[in-house]
């Protein structure tokens, strides 16, 4: 993960620099010191203000692999800002380092009031996590399951940060993703694509992180800036995902599932087939989900009422086939589970 290019930090601008050390807290450690060590549990991300570190990595089979040699500018811990699990690596002071310490609480309240720089920070997450994964497997090539499970849980836990902020989208995500899947197979799309479009659905409501809670919690019908701010979110959710490589196939699940056929969806107001297919799918598990749900402002659909909304919106608001694709898999009884309120 070593890089010739200047460390992030290094590359703010001073006064959001000053923004972020307002957050944090200072510590000081000797070398050797260890800062974060493996398989314990930490919510805490690491800027470097002086010194140097190693991160290092203990495999399973007892192999161990340097990460990444840091100094001055750069950070680490990011994935506890994602989740609450044992952290995956090491840190070690090779010089007197002095961290600047943000935690996972710290981080949120920037988010909420310093939006540019806290996107900045997930959009340099993303590169990190890329390049992290591309390190990895090297090493793990002949691990391909596992390694996609790990994708897996690092966007589940960008999904449960975002679910967290909200109850009443508590378990949206999962059955969306479980209903996009089942269309997907009845579509016979092959097991590749269905990776890309499960990461896709995991992460389709991504961009809300940027939305107000007043906004997303919101008891009424939303006024015109409020529907704008929420009809920001695949372009935010875009914006934060695009430089992860890995994600490039699933953006389309992200950027493209609140656009119509008939041309009068958002952002972009593509119509029919020029609306990639993931896009497509994840409209059709979206809104059904949505209507079986609970809403501040509104009460569930039964099941009927959603199926009817879908049918009257074929050519309209939703692809044929897909929704051909979504009544074959209830009546199938495919998706009784996600209508018995489990997966």
Do not use: W
Not at 286 to 315: C, K, N, T
């Amino acid at each position: 993960m070593a890089s010739n290019t200047i460390p992030y930090f290094h590359t703010l601008p001073d006064k959001d620099y000053q923004k972020v050390v307002q957050y944090a807290r200072r510590r000081t450690y000797l070398p050797g010191d260890v800062i974060v060590r493996e398989r314990t549990l930490t919510d805490t991300f690491c800027i470097i203000e002086t010194g140097k570190v190693e991160i290092t990595k203990k495999f399973a089979d007892g192999d161990e692999m340097t990460l990444a040699l840091m100094e001055e500018g750069d950070f680490f811990g990011e994935m506890a800002l994602l989740d609450q699990g044992p952290r995956s690596a090491s840190v070690k002071a090779l010089t007197e380092t002095t961290i600047l310490e943000l935690s996972r609480e710290s981080f949120e309240q920037l988010l909420l009031e310093e939006p540019p720089i806290a996107y900045g920070i997930m959009r340099e997450l993303g590169k990190r996590l890329r390049e992290t994964g591309a390190l990895l497997i090297s090493h793990l090539e002949r691990k391909n399951k596992e390694l996609q499970e790990a994708y897996l849980g690092t966007v589940q836990a960008l999904v449960n940060a975002l679910e967290a902020r909200d109850p009443y989208m508590k378990g949206h995500t999962e059955r969306v993703t479980y209903i996009a899947k089942t269309i997907a197979r009845h579509l016979q799309i092959d097991r590749e694509d269905q990776f890309a479009l499960e990461i896709g659905a995991l992460l389709h409501d991504l961009g809300k992180i940027g939305v107000p809670d007043l906004v997303l919690q919101k008891p009424g019908p939303l006024d015109t800036e409020e529907r704008y701010r929420i009809m920001e979110h695949p372009q935010l959710g875009e914006a934060i995902l695009r430089n992860i490589r890995y994600l490039e196939r699933s953006i389309p699940s992200i950027l493209y599932h609140h656009e119509r056929i008939d041309g009068k969806g958002y952002p972009s107001g593509l119509s029919g087939q020029a609306i990639p297919l993931f896009g497509r799918i994840i409209s059709v598990a979206d809104s059904f989900d949505a209507m079986m749900s609970d809403r501040p402002y509104r009460h569930r659909m039964s099941l009927s009422q959603a199926v009817e909304q879908l049918q009257q919106g074929i050519d309209q608001q939703f692809d044929p086939e897909v929704v051909d694709a979504f009544l074959a898999a209830l009546e199938a009884g495919e998706l009784d589970s996600i209508l018995q309120g489990s997966t």
